[in-house]
DNA sequence: TAGTTTTCACCTAGGTGACAACGT
DNA sequence: ACGTTGTCACCTAGGTGAAAACTA
C-alpha cells in the first residue's frame, strides 16, 4: 500500500463533494459493462417527501437489478485496463434486506466497522495490470435527519452539517496485480467509520443523522510517467444503491437493531432465538 | 500469492533434502553481503559429542555476530537484484535465549505456530522489482533424539526416520515488490508446523524428536520468459543459526516451557510471577 | 516406558449492542 | 428532548501449555 501517491487519485476526491447522483450531471448510466445503474429514486423519496414510513416498498427501487452499477462520466475514453471491469457485490440480499429497513451505520470516535461488510467479486480485469482499490463516501443529499420513534419513520431535521474530511479508504492489499484481486472476493472489513473531525487513524469521518452512499472505485496503476495526465480514464467507479445508510452513533430503528443482532456473528450475544428463524 | 509456478524454485526444494552445514560441500561463507556465517560448530556439537548438558554454553557460537547468514553457493554469479539484499533477524536476543537451553518447537496434527516467531527486517531489495519471500526447514543432521530428563539434557536415539516431506511456506503477500517487504518487518506468522505426513493444509511437516535449520529465501521474480535458466542467479538464501530448533509434540525441557510461558503472550495464562522478571 | 493425541481452561485480540451517564 | 460517550457483558476467532487418555 501506500506505493503510488493521491495524485492519480485527485479526481476521485475532489468529486466527493458534490452529490453524485443528483447535482453531478455527468453521473448517469454506463457504457461498456452490465450496468444497474437505477434512476435517483432511491434518495429521491428522501429528498422529496421527507417523511418516510419503515414500512414502505422504497428499498426495492434500489436494490438494482443486475451485477453492479457501473457510473463514469459519458465523454471519457476510458483506459482499457479498466473498460472492461465489472463487479458484484456479495450478500446483496443481505443489503437489500437492510435497505428495505433503511439501513443505519454506527459510527464512533475509534471508529466502528460496516455491518453488512462491504465486499465484492471483480470481473474482466487485465489480469498483469496493477490496480488500487478504494471507497469513499458521498452524502445522498444536503439534509440531516432525525428519528422520529413514535411512527417508527425519519424526518429531515434541516440543513446539513459542515461537510466532513473527505476521506478514501484504500483496500490494503492496494497496489496488487489484476489477478490477485480476481482470485478471491475483495472485503473492505478493514474500513472504520468514525464521528471524530479530528481522527488520526485514516478511518472515514461522517456525520452523524446524516445519509451517506458508499462508492468503490477501481484504479489502473499506470506505469506511465505521465500518468498524472489520464487519471480521469485510468479509475472506474461503482455504486450499489442498496448500500446507502444513514449514520447514527446509536441505532434508531429497532427492527435495524434486531436484524444486526440476527445476522452479525459478533452480536450473538444479544440474541434470543435461533438465527435460522430469519 | 501463487501467482508463479514453482519452477524458479525446483533449486531450492531439491537442495533442502541435504544437510547444508555439513554434507553439502556448496554451502559456507558468502560473497557479497556482510555474512555472519558460522562454522557448522553448533550443530556439530550435538551430531559428535552426542550428549549435551543444558548449561552449555553452546549456544553462543550459534548466535552469530552480524545481521544475518548468508549462504549461496560460491560459483554462482548472483543477480543484482538479489546479491544486494541483507536481513536482519527480529527478535535475536529472544531467539539467542531459547537457543540457548536448546529450542523447541511444538508439533501437531493441526498444527502449531512458531515461537518465538521467524521475522526479518529486509534491506538492499530493488524497490521496483519483484520477489517472493520464503521458508523451509532442512534436518541439521541424521539423527534422532531423546530427552533424558534425569540430568536434562538430549540424547542421540538412532538414525533419523524417513525425511518428511520437503514443504516451503511462501510468505502470503508474495510476490510483492522490494519497496512493500523493505517498508516494514516481514512475520511469518501463519506459517505452521505439523508432524502429520498427510497434512493438506499446506503446512511444513516434521519428524518430531528431529533438530531443524530455518530458513528464509529471498527470490527475485524474474520476468524474463526463460526465468527457468536464471533460477540459480534469482534467489538469495539466508540462515540465521540461533533460530535451529528440536521438532517436539511435547516440550521436554522445563526451562524451555518456562521461557515460553514467559514470553509468549498467548501463554500468559500459565505464568505465576510478573513478566518483568525475566 | 516413551511418545502422541485430544481436550480444556485460560489467554490475546477485537467486534457487538445495551445501558447509564453525560452533554447541549 | 435529543443526541453522544464510555463502559460492559458477551460474543468470534484462534493461540497457549497442562493434563488425561491413548498407542505402541
Redesign the interface.
Known amino acids: ?1 501506500s ?1 503510488f501517491t493521491a495524485t492519480s487519485l485527485s479526481i476521485l476526491t475532489s468529486s466527493a463533494e458534490g452529490y453524485p447522483m443528483s447535482s453531478s450531471p455527468d453521473w448517469g448510466s454506463s457504457v461498456g459493462t452490465p450496468c444497474s445503474f437505477v434512476q435517483p429514486q432511491g434518495y429521491g423519496q428522501y429528498g422529496a417527501s421527507a417523511l418516510l414510513s419503515d414500512s414502505e416498498e422504497r428499498g426495492l427501487s434500489c436494490s438494482g437489478g443486475g451485477s453492479g452499477g457501473s457510473c463514469v462520466p459519458r465523454d471519457v475514453q476510458k483506459n482499457v485496463r479498466v473498460s472492461g471491469v465489472s463487479v458484484q457485490l456479495e450478500m446483496k440480499t443481505l443489503w437489500e434486506e437492510f435497505n428495505r429497513l433503511g439501513t443505519e451505520m454506527i459510527v464512533t470516535k475509534a471508529g466502528r466497522r460496516m455491518f453488512p461488510t462491504f465486499q465484492v467479486k471483480i470481473f474482466g480485469m487485465d489480469p498483469l495490470a496493477d490496480y488500487a482499490l478504494l471507497m469513499d463516501f458521498v452524502p445522498l443529499d444536503d439534509k440531516r435527519y432525525r428519528y422520529a420513534f413514535h411512527n417508527s419513520s425519519w424526518l429531515v431535521a434541516g440543513k446539513a452539517d459542515p461537510a466532513t474530511p473527505g476521506r478514501v479508504h484504500f483496500h490494503p492489499d492496494s497496489p496488487a ?1 489484476g ?2 484481486w480476481m482470485r478471491q472476493i475483495v472485503s473492505f472489513d478493514k474500513l472504520k467509520l468514525t464521528n471524530n473531525l479530528l481522527d488520526d487513524n485514516g478511518h472515514i469521518i461522517l456525520n452523524s443523522m446524516h445519509r451517506y452512499q458508499p462508492r468503490f472505485h477501481v484504479v489502473f496503476v499506470d506505469p506511465r510517467k505521465d500518468s498524472e495526465r489520464y487519471a480521469e480514464q485510468n479509475f472506474k467507479t461503482f455504486i450499489f444503491q442498496e448500500t446507502q445508510f444513514t449514520a447514527v452513533t446509536a441505532y434508531q430503528n429497532h427492527r435495524i437493531t434486531q436484524l444486526k443482532i440476527a445476522s452479525n456473528p459478533f452480536a450473538k450475544g444479544f440474541r434470543d432465538c435461533d438465527p435460522e428463524d430469519w
Open positions: 500500500m506505493v496485480r489477478a490477485q
